[in-house]
Nanobody, 119 residues
């Protein structure tokens, strides 16, 4: 059974940086997409960034140029480097894993990690 364990959230001042990590335990499909989504209070969960096992990336317009997603396939870990953080980046960030034939909403989710950006 695959589980996702996230780490790296916390409180940071606007303009600062944080790095999130998400490690998958168990056996995963070698071809997959992992990514980060976030949900702010009172809002719907939204895409932040995704990366395929071959390294193709996709970013939300709101984070392009500030966030970088990467992965270590051998370690089954995906990272999200967040720079130039803004107060509007405050949210619970969720890791997501899915094989290519599964929609993101039907994929596996981590427990979430809180990111709070103070202005």
């Amino acid at each position: 059974q695959v589980q996702l364990v996230e780490s790296g959230g916390g409180l940071v001042q606007a303009g600062g940086s944080l790095r999130l990590s998400c490690e998958a335990s168990g056996t995963i499909f070698s071809i997959n997409t992992m990514g980060w989504y976030r949900q702010a209070t009172g809002k719907q969960r939204e895409l932040v960034a995704t990366i395929t096992s071959s390294g193709s990336t996709n970013y939300a317009d709101s984070v392009k140029g500030r966030f970088t997603i990467s992965r270590d396939n051998a370690e089954k870990t995906v990272y999200l480097q967040m720079n130039s953080l803004k107060s509007e980046d405050t949210a619970v960030y969720y890791c997501n894993y899915r094989p290519p034939w599964v929609a993101p909403t039907q994929g596996l989710w981590g427990q979430g990690t809180q990111v709070t950006v103070s202005s």
